[in-house]
């Protein structure tokens, strides 16, 4: 198993231009998250999905879109970016039961709008 | 809504043993979460705790009191490669939004 993967792991925006970060899971995991992390901060969640067709704002959604056709993807994209939105994006997926909500995350991709 | 407070460093010595502890706020609760994160890596998942009590994992132990709203993961023998940010994390009212608390930067001298 792959497990998350993400793409691309680097890229440079200039302000104002739009991109899709692409995150995939492999597990069959009905939950998936989309994350940013500034330096030296903690994780804020932007984004969420609870399955297919599904998706829900989390804390900071401003600036962002998400859709979820399928179990396995879950695409970030971002409209008019801005040098606020330079971050570390982590997505992350989980398969919740009552014994245990492990989070699995992929890389991150590493964003810096110019 | 909901926040977590964690200490913002923590420094210990190879061999010792440390306690992270997490206070939480939120409007509902189920159960705490504990990640790691070494520098430019992404957080991997240590721990998680659903009812009060203590959890077990290896080197790594996690309590949790929800009447105190509290919670700690306790890191015994440790190891040069435990120096990493450690970060506490709730699920709100609603059980699906996830929050994840700011962070403890744990260096572990030689």
Known sequence: NA??????????????????????QDMNHNYMYWYRQD????????????????????????????????????PLRLELAAPSQTSVYFCASSSRTEATDTQYFGPGTRLTVL | GQSLEQPSEVTAVEGAIVQINCTYQTSGFYGLSWYQQHDGGAPTFLSYNALDGLEETGRFSSFLSRSDSYGYLLLQELQ?????????????????????????RLSVLP
């Not at chain 1, 932007?46 to 804390?59: C, H, L, N, P």
């Not at chain 2, 040069?80 to 962070?103: E, H, L």
């Open chain 1, 3 to 24: 497990g998350v993967t993400q793409t691309p792991k680097f890229r440079i925006l200039k302000i104002g231009q739009s991109m899709t970060l692409q995150c995939t």
């Open chain 1, 39 to 74: 330096p030296g901060m903690g994780l804020k969640l932007i984004y969420y999905s609870v399955g297919a067709g599904i998706t829900d704002k989390g804390e900071v959604p401003n600036g962002y879109n998400v859709s979820r056709s399928t179990t396995e993807d879950f």
């Open chain 2, 80 to 104: 040069m490669k435990d120096s990493a940010s450690y970060f506490c994390a709730v699920r709100d009212n609603y059980g699906q939004n996830f929050v994840f608390g700011p962070g403890t």
